[in-house]
């Protein structure tokens, strides 16, 4: 396996140019901290970007940052918290799922598209791609989008990217919108809650007039003493008792977080007595939703496949409820329900004919985030499109990278074929040392 680490957005197109005359496919890496997902791929060559990690532009007045793709994204978050401001979208750390490094890159952030609870209020990492810089399948550099909304016309290739695991392009440059972090926070918690009645409690609260920014239910089984691995400040204290978990969030300037908290309590009376969590407290719950650290891979339950399951809100303590039941697995809701992360018992295909039955029954797709290499080739990752979508997108992707140099096979399976490295293959031209 041969490393290019490339220097600038030049030796990418070169590199990537180099890849298509030797039909070699190249695998896109910053820190790698994510190349656990997907399909297994057969490279021959890493193409590593972690050496475009420069911050190019910062401006907190007029809440952008431009960043090279390879960035690291905790220097980037620990800048942007030096200025109180914050990504609305809360990306997940996939670090204590996966039992990797916390080495995320915002390439990586963004080709994954994966964002945590205030997505409900904030939208997706999408959302707030405002423009990037890439180098396609071509191998010829383009720009897609701007600095400002007003200023971004044409196709808004920045959708694109987003959630596209690096099947699309190779992105060098990146500009995101940054939002104000709240002065205050309070997390409502309800306890000993089933599943469906949590599903409509939180249905309840997002229906409020009370801005409700995150919904999250725990249930009992989390809390199993053989299931360890929770951390002993935040979900996994606040869970000692066994009872399952309703979580509601509020954010805001304190004396409008104060009032709403109150208003928001006595609107649900009906599902029981409600705790408060303050500030700092409230925040460490929210991080372990959003990592998913009650299946961290450092716990009991590391060895279980995990599944990210997508479906209509008010359909998920349902599908949960019967997939938990149905496997003998765990679940988490996150989304007010929209979201289940569900770790299933170890099998040779992940459970994957249950779940995603179960999941397109209510009207939901479903991603194996976690799983060994050998299942990993043998079932598919990614939600399995039907004839008509997935035409669209193999023209799409086509349009892109029509010699699938990029990331090959690591959205479909079969796709990645066994390669052989070829002798004419030389990313090094005349012109580069890289």
């Known amino acids: 396996m041969e490393t290019l680490k490339v220097r600038d957005a030049g030796d990418v197109e070169q590199a990537v140019r180099s890849a298509i005359a030797s039909d070699q496919p190249l695998e896109i890496v910053g820190q790698g901290s994510k190349r656990l997902i997907g399909q297994p791929m057969a490279t021959n060559a890493v193409l590593d970007l972690s050496a475009l990690n420069a911050v190019v532009a910062y401006e907190p007045n007029e809440l952008i940052i431009t960043v090279a793709a390879g960035a690291p994204f905790a220097d980037v978050q620990s800048l942007i918290d030096s200025k109180n401001q914050q990504f609305a979208f809360e990306p997940v750390d996939t670090a204590a799922l996966l039992g990797t490094p916390p080495l995320a890159t915002i390439g990586g952030m963004i080709g994954a598209g994966l964002a945590g609870p205030r997505r409900i209020k904030a939208g997706g990492i999408r959302d707030h791609l405002l423009g990037a810089h890439a180098v396609s399948g071509f191998g010829d550099s383009f720009k897609t ?9 044409g196709y808004d290739l920045c959708k694109l990217l987003a959630g596209s695991w690096g099947t699309l392009a190779v992105m060098t440059e990146v500009t995101l919108k940054v939002m104000p972090r709240p002065e205050s926070q309070r997390t409502l918690v309800l306890r000993g809650l089933d ?5 409509r409690a939180m249905t309840a609260a997002l229906g409020s007039p009370f801005d409700v920014t995150a919904a999250a239910h725990v249930p009992a089984s989390v809390f199993r003493p053989d299931t360890g691995g929770l951390d002993a400040d935040g ?7 066994g009872r399952a978990l309703t979580l509601l969030r509020l954010e805001g300037i304190l004396a409008s977080v104060v009032h709403r ?12 007595p409600v705790d408060l969590l303050v500030d700092e407290a409230s925040a460490s719950v929210w991080s372990s939703i959003r990592d998913v650290r009650p299946f961290a891979a450092q716990g009991a339950l590391g060895a279980w496949p995990v599944w990210r399951i997508v479906c209509p809100p008010a359909a998920g303590g349902a599908l949960g409820e019967q997939l938990a039941r149905d496997s003998g697995g765990d679940v988490i809701y996150d989304w007010g329900g929209g979201l289940i992360w569900a770790a299933l018992p170890p099998k040779a295909d992940a459970h994957a ?5 179960r999941a ?7 991603m194996l985030v976690r799983a060994a290499d050998e299942v990993r080739r043998q079932v598919d990752v990614f939600q399995p499109q039907p004839a008509g979508l997935a035409a669209l997108s193999e023209r799409v992707r086509a349009s892109f990278d029509p010699k699938q140099i990029l990331n090959r096979g690591r959205m479909t399976r079969g796709a990645g074929v066994a390669v052989q490295k070829s002798a004419s293959f030389s990313p090094r031209g005349p012109n580069a040392d890289f």
């Open 353 to 357: 004919a249950l779940v995603r039955q």
């Open 195 to 199: 599943d469906q009645t949590a599903n």
């Open 145 to 153: 989008g701007g600095k400002v909304v007003k200023n971004v016309t």
């Open 261 to 272: 908290a109150t208003a928001l309590a006595k609107s649900l009376a009906a599902f029981g």
């Open 235 to 241: 979900l996994g204290a606040l869970g000692a008792g």
């Open 360 to 366: 397109a029954a209510a009207g939901g797709h479903a």
